[in-house]
């Protein structure tokens, strides 16, 4: 493996250079009169259309890291890396009814993030604070673990060394912070052109050289015989439905799919998107199978690196050019999520802490500045923890952050159907369920399959041995399924308590109808605090809005 | 007054938020009329079959080599596809599903992006 493979190189190169000249010029791209603002810069001026927001959410929630991670679980682990397929299939239903839901009151309300809306509905800056802090926090590592994707893609090439990645980064950073939420937007379009065209090249070619998917199939039975061979174990069951259904919960509460999906232009273009969506996991549950390829082919990591199979995987197989494509989808394919991440995490820095924190008067203008510098703080900040920290880290904070990003579930998803909670208990549920979540997964070892020696004493996976619940079975169950449950009943109990109490529970500033407004709604218009009116609903100022807007 | 542009129902076209009363009758009207449809019931067997793991944790029918894990639950792919599709058709707003591309739009460049 050692030396540069150059023709890799350049054609690597050659793409990432295509996209940079994309990043900037999509500033000019469906060119709004005014780009600061934060309809402008940090959700693309909210008008994407069906094809767009295909690209756009299809490129942002089926990341580089995805594609290197699911088959090298696959790889490692087995059957149970291929959880990934149903957790991308009951993503779209649920984001159906949901998001919907969320797209309305924020067209209306001119909201810009997740936590714009808790704010109002709850009528609790506090509890704004809260999902903010909580989006934030669970989104950097999600940031950093793209970096892995470069990374694993360069070290296959033969590139050691941070600058390479430092470079690319920097690069991105300066066209996200003047392009803003367009610069993904045009890149998507490289990326999963790229992605497709080498899932569907590996998919013909790999299997026609290996000699057959049941080599393939055979290959894999062999390596985890003495197992359950290619299914799930009896005990592994629970813990992969359970993680399916949990993952897909958090990744639609994740700021960066609320951005993505934010930008679009109507209900009817995310309603579309949730039929057509979907190819994508055909595509993940297709690439799933690299990792048994792999194994069929006697693949070896890089530097044993389990993250680097794929890459290393394609450079066995394809002629070189192609593998220098397939190398540009994988890292092409870190950019647009890295991007659309650190905008929105600089988004609900902007929103919910800088204005309702330190500026409540702050302009438009101020926010969209506020934001893009926020969001060259974000990336460093990745960049400075894959750099300085071991890699190691981000992944257990990943695994952290799906589990913490759950608990945002109550206030915001919950919320857009049902104002039953009180705010304060909601938040009691929040601290709760993220108690109980931390103290779950810091009590979970990494044990080595072969072996049995324990690799890490904690924060080792997110498969929860019932055992220390006191049921007697061996069966285990994801993490973050227990910690919302348990904010859930907090939740419950505290609201029953508190509204015994007579607690005061503050005025929602959202109407009903706001849940059902499409674009061309005439409200949107008439309301004096729409998002034409540059002062969006309720969230600023903190008194409760007019409640008569209709005289 | 801005309220009545955007729903038939009697209850609703009143430009006031009301009494209580009033509003919990705008409530129901309005989830009826909007936003509930008992055809969203349909996206819930795409929530919960592939939840189900002891359905599709077996090896065979096998087909083209794959075990049944694997392609059956790839399959269920185009059980999402379906029950969307068809939810998205019965619930969408207009009724004309390219309406909203031959509408007059903002500007020149929403349509240059389709």
Same mark, same amino acid.
């Given at each position: ?243 399916? $259904? ?88 870190? $950019? ?216 | ?10 209850? %609703? ?14 409530? %129901? ?7 509930? %449809? ?66 007059? %739009? ?9």
């Amino acid at each position: 493996m050692d030396g540069i493979k150059t023709t890799e190189l350049v054609i690597f190169v050659f793409f990432f250079l295509v996209v940079t000249v994309m990043g900037f010029y999509a500033a000019r791209w469906r060119r709004p009169t005014d780009l600061m603002h934060l309809d402008e810069w940090g959700l693309g001026g909210r008008k994407f259309g069906s094809w767009v927001t295909w690209f756009l959410v299809g490129g942002d929630l089926y990341t580089a890291y995805t594609f290197v991670a699911v088959p090298a679980l696959m790889f490692g682990a087995g059957a149970a890396g291929f959880f990934a397929v149903p957790y991308t299939i009951i993503l779209y239903p649920i984001f159906f009814l949901i998001l919907i839901r969320l797209w309305s009151v924020s067209h209306v309300r001119g909201y810009v993030t997740p936590a714009d809306f808790v704010r109002a509905r709850w009528d609790s800056p506090t509890l704004a604070l809260l999902i903010a802090i909580t989006g934030i926090v669970a989104t950097m590592p999600y940031i950093a673990l793209q970096l892995i994707g470069i990374e694993a893609v360069l070290k296959t090439m033969g590139v050691k060394g941070e600058i390479p990645i430092v470079v690319a980064f920097i690069i991105l950073a300066l066209y996200t912070y003047s392009s803003g939420l367009r610069a993904p937007a045009l890149i998507a379009f490289v990326k999963d052109t790229l992605i497709y065209l080498t899932i569907i090249v590996a998919v013909i070619v790999i299997p026609s050289k290996l000699g057959g998917w049941d080599v393939i199939f055979g290959a894999a039975e062999e390596k985890f015989g003495s197992g359950a061979g290619v299914l799930l174990p009896a005990t592994g069951q629970l813990q992969y439905a359970t993680l399916a $259904l949990g993952s897909a919960l958090a990744l639609f509460l994740y700021p960066h799919s609320i951005t993505a999906v934010l930008a679009s232009k109507n209900r009817d273009v995310i309603k579309r998107n949730m039929s057509a969506l979907p190819a994508y996991s055909l595509a993940l549950g297709l690439l799933a199978l690299l990792g048994f390829m792999a194994i069929a082919a006697g693949t070896t990591p890089v530097d044993g690196d389990n993250n680097t199979i794929v890459p290393a995987l394609m450079d066995q197989m394809f002629p070189d050019w192609f593998a220098g494509v397939a190398f540009a989808a994988i890292g092409i394919g870190a $950019l647009v999520p890295a991007a659309i991440m650190s905008i929105a995490a600089a988004n609900l820095f902007t929103r919910n802490i800088y204005k309702e924190y330190f500026r409540k008067d702050a302009s438009s203008r101020d926010e969209a500045r506020v934001a893009k510098i926020a969001s060259l703080v974000v990336k460093l900040g990745a960049l400075a923890v894959i750099i300085f920290i071991d890699p190691q880290f981000s992944i257990d904070l990943q695994l952290i952050g799906g589990v913490i990003i759950l608990q945002t579930m109550p206030a915001l998803a919950i919320g857009l159907f049902t104002r039953w909670f009180h705010p304060w208990a909601l938040i009691a549920g929040w601290v709760g369920g993220m108690g109980v979540g931390m103290l779950m997964l810091y009590n979970i070892a990494r044990i080595d399959p072969a072996t049995g020696e324990v690799i890490r004493a904690h924060f080792g996976g997110s498969a929860f041995a019932l055992t220390k619940l006191g049921f007697d079975t061996p069966a285990t169950i994801y993490t973050g399924f227990v910690a919302i449950g348990v904010n859930l009943l907090v939740a419950v109990i505290a609201t029953f308590l508190l509204r015994a109490m007579k607690q005061p529970e503050g005025t929602d500033t959202t109407r009903l109808e706001d849940y059902f407004a499409d674009e061309d709604d005439p409200r949107v218009h008439d309301l004096p605090l729409d998002v034409g009116d540059r002062e969006p609903a309720g969230d600023a100022g903190g008194r409760p809005r007019d409640p008569n807007p209709g005289t | 007054m801005v309220d009545r542009s955007i729903s038939e129902s009697p209850a %609703s076209s009143r430009g006031d938020t009301g009494s209580p009363d009033q509003t919990r009758q705008r409530k %129901s009207d309005r989830q009826q009329g909007n936003d509930r %449809s008992a055809w969203n019931w349909l996206l819930l067997p795409a929530i919960v079959i592939p939840l189900l793991v002891p359905l599709y944790n077996r090896i065979e029918p096998t087909l083209f080599g794959w075990p049944f894990f694997y392609w059956g639950q790839l399959a269920f792919i185009a059980l999402g596809v379906a029950t969307t599709s068809v939810v998205y058709q019965k619930t969408k707003t207009r009724k004309d599903p390219d309406a909203d591309r031959s509408r007059p %739009s903002t500007g020149a460049a929403d349509r240059k992006g389709r």
